[in-house]
């Protein structure tokens, strides 16, 4: 994607401005609470937050904010493993799609079948010392590589998503927001 023509919009915690595809879209429901708007397509008012505790926690602190989509401080919890949950669902029904479009490689991922901008996931932590290796030469050369959320059913311990994909961009960009979701945040 170009990202001189990618919509921008700011996040009402930390206040910066980012592409809106990487930013979460939250609007209200019939009950004035915040809900998260998964399809960033909901008519009506709403909101952005950066995919990180902090500016959840800095969106409750804004007035504005918390007078009209918050009632009490426990929401921002909610809304957090509401997210998180979404993402999960999303990322699973993409991995499926994946799969019966045949751009899905669960087999045993050797370093030269990975190119430059396929997404590789990985199952967990603890991965052999040949596959960190071979994970940071496919990082070098240009491939995406994510944790596979737990949750995610998968019988192979790596998984490769063809750059060729067509939902792949929008697997990655839901990778990346469940992955800052789960850990520390943005750090940029
Ligand atoms: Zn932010």
Redesign the pocket.
């Known amino acids: 994607m170009d990202s001189r023509n990618q919509p921008l919009r700011q ?1 009402v ?4 401005v980012r592409p809106k595809a990487e930013l979460l879209r939250f609007v209200r429901n019939p009950s004035a609470e915040a809900v998260f708007d998964r399809e960033g397509r909901h008519e009506g008012r709403g909101f952005y ?2 995919p ?1 505790e902090q ?1 959840f926690a ?1 969106a409750y602190k804004n007035k504005r904010i918390r007078n009209n989509y918050f009632r009490k401080r426990e929401q921002i919890n909610e809304l957090i493993y509401e997210v998180r949950e979404e993402l999960l669902k999303m990322i699973k029904k993409d991995l499926i799609r994946c799969k019966k479009m045949a751009y899905l490689m669960d087999g045993p991922c050797k370093e030269n079948s990975i190119r430059e901008d396929d997404l590789i996931l990985y199952l967990n932590d603890n991965l052999p010392e040949e596959k960190v290796e071979m994970h940071a030469a496919a990082r070098a050369g240009g491939a995406k590589i994510y944790r596979l959320p737990k949750g995610c059913e998968c019988n192979s311990p790596c998984l490769i998503v063809s750059k060729e994909c067509p939902i792949a961009p929008r697997l990655t960009m839901n990778l990346q927001k469940y992955d800052l979701l789960s850990s520390k945040g ?1 750090a940029r």
């Open positions: 996040c915690g930390c206040r910066k937050l950066c990180g500016c800095k943005l």
